[in-house]
């Protein structure tokens, strides 16, 4: 046999093993698009690498989780939660400064709502592939810092990602957006993915009724005080 021939069998080899790792990978080509369309993510950027600059980006990243997750998690929708972040941009920007400034920090924050790529992440027992997903960003100065980000709605957003368990309501909510193909693709646990829960709270729909009611500024303005 040649050695044009045995690069020839070679490379149809490859070619053959590569068609099949496509065809049996949980991650195909739409399977990030099918995800955008339903997921809201956050993201952070530092305005350097400094000590200072990324320590205040950690704990604006803090101080946003614990304002917004509540609120998030009693949508229905990821419209409905972009309206709702739309509506409260000039509030989140006045309310980011207010945190940076509290820390003494001399740099200008603003909140943005956009199309963003994210690489390919993990939250507790789930995993996103990378793509493009509509994403609120907080810009601190240049913004040209590493990252923070996590998924913001359904609320994945964690302080600490190390040895996360997700809540019962979060997991609830993606295995409800989601197809069951597409839920099971994510869930890293698959004993989870097959006994899904169907969590329900009679609490959760009369605060769903209050932001929808009221609007994002007025729940968020009652939640600081």
């Not at 068609?19 to 997921?39: A, G, Q």
């Not at 240049?142 to 809540?167: K, M, Q």
Request: proline fraction near 4%; include cysteine; hydrophobic fraction near 40%.
């Amino acid at each position: 046999m040649t050695h044009r021939k045995k690069l020839t069998i070679f490379l149809l080899a490859v070619a053959t093993l590569f068609t099949f790792v496509l065809l049996i990978h949980p991650y195909r080509k739409n399977d990030s698009s099918l995800l955008s369309d339903k997921l809201l993510r956050f993201r952070v950027l530092a305005d350097s690498d400094s000590s200072i600059d990324q320590y205040e980006k950690n704990e604006l990243s803090k101080k946003m989780i614990t304002l917004l997750s509540p609120v998030l998690s009693t949508v229905q929708t990821k419209e409905e939660a972009l309206t709702l972040l739309r509506e409260s941009l000039p509030f989140l920007n006045a309310y980011c400064n207010y945190v940076l400034s509290d820390y003494g920090a001399q740099k200008y924050a603003s909140c943005t709502l956009g199309s963003h790529l994210f690489p390919y992440k993990t939250y507790g027992n789930y995993q996103f592939p990378a793509g493009v997903y509509d994403t609120l960003l907080v810009t601190i100065g240049s913004g040209r810092g590493s990252n923070w980000w996590c998924l913001a709605f359904p609320p994945l957003c964690f302080a600490n990602e190390a040895f996360i368990d997700v809540p019962d309501s979060s997991s609830q909510m993606l295995f409800d957006l989601l197809d069951k193909d597409c839920y099971e693709a994510i869930c890293l646990d698959k004993t989870s993915s097959n006994n899904q829960a169907n969590i329900t709270s009679a609490d959760k729909q009369a605060s769903r009724k209050s932001i929808l009611t009221l609007g994002l500024p007025s729940i968020l303005e009652q939640l600081l005080e």
